[in-house]
């Protein structure tokens, strides 16, 4: 390719040995500009001489580059000189990536103490109030690294006529009186008055695709439940009920194992928690369970194992497993068995006020006299082992001490539970479970901002992988090459400073002087639907994710969590073209206070300068602790998230103190 340098494949006698990491982070070719600065690069290294001796080439890989000794030996050649050929070989290398080589994280803490990818309505596809529901969605955010999924369950045909006393989760749907939907995702939006609600007909449940609460008269011929989203039915196409079925989600080929807990680079054997959000009958749910026991066998916990209020096992102890988080048929047992009621806090009326069930969201569209949910399968629930989910009241209600227990709070929950109660908030994630979901009004699938219900230490944090947005990117960003399960930092786990006053003294905070000086970039993808790169002016926006004074002082956090570009950013000046030269342009970040490197992100983005939007063309996210000092590649994921083989070179100095 003229204007391209093909770089040979490492040779047996070259004294190093061949990349270990994702060919997806090696160059396969450098552009003409590219390499000019390559060579530029190395000639000011080397000096007048053609190569940088030992001491030269140990001083750049260890001063500049910040790369320790143990890597440095792996990189240096035998001959303990490096030429330009070494060099370049170096360069397109997996070591010169920006996000450097996946963290190891130690596996043997209890289960609480880590981050885990996770997903919310992970069967839809699209748009949350009228997308499809398919188990594309699970095979698709697994191999991207989650391991948190979630599975809305329905009866899955209609009820016998003769039977009108069976006990249902999902009775509410049958006597669903008028659904009223907040007028912010309403196509009829009434103009004079801005919190009007519109009002829908009463369908009838044929109407409405809804199965109604199911007794069979034959037992040859059972229905199975159905995977969707309730509130949703109406948009759904009854014809594809097939692909709805319990039975197709919960399918080896779906959830397990092959490619989902295999050890190819793209997966990971850690433990997968599926969150059962179930609204169907007794006895469907007990078609269920037999669902359930079949398909995935020893790859559930044996519940024999557990010990009633010990200590949870470690991701370590888990691996190739199904943890099922599901509601408890009953909690009286376990209750009498904890350890005595913690005293009320001075916040829990408050507390109280603001919760709400666990998988329901406060900001969801209301049905009007809902009836309260019924009890869960005796069966199912004891599926539950080390996550149990339980309605949240207080943090000083009974259930609060067990430990398998599991809170879920909405967005808007946390954040209020942030404003009254933020100490105990995060005392309580030391030790346990919670999960994070987003608002029911993201019909759009878009996304809170995850790293700020991180820094709250919240486990799950459940996103809508549907869309790829800033959420989505953040998400990648912490958990990248990680397994989906990323250990939490000191200060953040549950041998650690128990009475510390919370989020604002777990953690030493400091203070970031950053600097990305920007070369030239190569192989830019063009935005979606762009298919002319002549009519492309790209240009680099760098952003910081850090933490706002607001999130350790218990104010109300600006937005609410809600995404929003990163609080300190920089653009460069606009180029032309798929491999422009940005003239080692600098964007500097001086003196950003209150930075935790573990849960801090830099976001850098291209786009294309236009009138009106700039459509996103490239992007990479890295967690701060993961970036590399020094020349650097930046590798790029398109549009849509994937590897686009587009890369942007950088020198990047990033100072801590």
Not at 269 to 274: A, R, T
Not at 276 to 281: D, G, N, P, Q, Y
Not at 415 to 433: C, I, K, P, T
Request: hydrophobic share 30%; with cysteine.
């Amino acid at each position: 390719m003229v204007g391209h340098l093909i770089v040979p494949e490492a040779q047996d006698d070259s004294g190093r040995s061949p990349p270990s990491a994702a060919t997806s982070k090696r160059v396969e070719h450098l552009s003409a500009k590219v390499l000019s600065y390559v060579k530029t690069i190395h000639r000011d290294l080397a000096g007048a001489q053609a190569s940088l001796d030992h001491q030269q080439t140990l001083d750049f890989l260890t001063k500049v580059q910040g790369v320790g000794a143990e890597q440095s030996a792996s990189i240096i050649p035998k001959s303990g000189h490096f030429g330009f050929d070494d060099f370049i070989h170096y360069v397109t290398s997996v070591e010169f990536d920006a996000s450097g080589f996946p963290k190891i994280h130690d596996l043997s803490y209890p289960l609480t103490n880590y981050f885990i990818s996770s997903s919310h309505n992970t069967y839809l596809t699209g748009n949350q109030l009228y997308g499809q529901s398919t188990t594309d969605g699970y095979k698709n955010v697994l191999l991207r690294g989650c391991r948190c999924i979630e599975i809305d369950v329905w009866d899955g045909e209609p009820r016998s006529p003769t039977d009108d006393s069976a006990p249902s989760a999902n009775t509410e749907t049958r006597k669903r009186s008028t659904l009223r939907i907040p007028t912010s995702i309403s196509p009829k939006r009434r103009q004079s008055d801005a919190k009007a609600e519109v009002v829908l007909p009463n369908p009838s449940a044929a109407e409405l695709g809804v199965p109604t609460p199911w007794i069979s008269s034959s037992t040859a011929a059972r229905a199975e439940p159905r995977v969707l989203h309730g509130l949703i039915s109406p948009y759904h196409n009854v014809n594809k009920a097939k692909k709805r079925q319990f039975r197709i989600h919960v399918d080896k080929g779906s959830i397990v194992p092959g490619t989902c807990l295999s050890n190819s680079d793209s997966s990971s054997d850690l433990p997968i928690i599926v969150s059962l959000e179930v609204h169907a009958s007794y006895e469907q749910q007990e078609v269920m369970v037999e669902i359930m026991k079949e398909a995935w066998r020893d790859l559930l916990v044996d519940d024999s194992k557990y010990v009633e209020h010990s200590v949870l096992p470690s991701p370590g102890s888990l691996k190739r497993k199904i943890l099922v988080k599901v509601k408890r048929a009953t909690a009286s047992k376990e209750i009498a068995k904890t350890t005595e009621a913690k005293p009320e806090s001075k916040n829990t009326t408050r507390d109280r006020s603001l919760s709400r069930s666990s998988d329901s969201g406060d900001d969801e569209p209301v049905v009007k006299d809902k009836k309260k949910k019924s009890k869960v399968l005796e069966a199912l629930g004891n599926l539950g082992i080390y996550t149990r989910s339980y309605h949240f009241s207080s943090f000083s209600q009974p259930e609060a001490s067990i430990p398998s227990h599991v809170f879920s709070l909405s967005e808007k929950t946390v954040m209020d539970v942030h404003e009254s109660n933020g100490e105990e908030l995060f005392a309580h994630n030391l030790n346990y479970f919670m999960r994070a979901y987003p608002s029911g009004l993201r019909v759009s699938s878009s996304n809170l901002d995850p790293s700020v219900f991180w820094r709250k230490g919240i486990q799950m944090v459940a996103l809508n992988w549907q869309k790829w947005d800033e959420g989505i990117m953040l998400n990648e960003g912490m958990f990248s090459g990680e397994g989906g399960w990323v250990l939490k930092p000191r200060g953040y786990r549950s041998d650690d400073h128990k009475d510390s006053g919370g989020q604002a003294n777990a953690i030493g905070h400091k203070t970031l002087d950053f600097c990305l000086e920007i070369f030239a970039a190569q192989d830019l993808p063009l935005p979606i639907g762009d298919d002319n790169p002549g009519g492309f002016h790209p240009y680099v926006k760098c952003e910081l994710h850090v933490e706002k004074p607001e999130e350790r002082t218990g104010a109300p956090i600006e937005g609410g969590g809600k995404n929003k570009d990163g609080q300190y950013k920089r653009k460069s000046a606009t180029r032309k073209g798929i491999n422009p030269d940005f003239k080692k342009q600098k964007l500097e970040f001086l003196g950003i206070p209150g930075v935790v490197q573990e849960l801090s992100f830099l976001r850098v983005k291209i786009h294309d300068d236009e009138i009106g939007k700039d459509d996103l063309s490239a992007w990479v996210c890295i967690r701060l602790d993961r970036v590399q000092n020094g020349y650097r590649f930046l590798h790029l994921l398109d549009a849509r998230g994937a590897q686009s083989g587009g890369v942007l070179l950088v020198k990047i100095t990033k100072q801590l103190r």
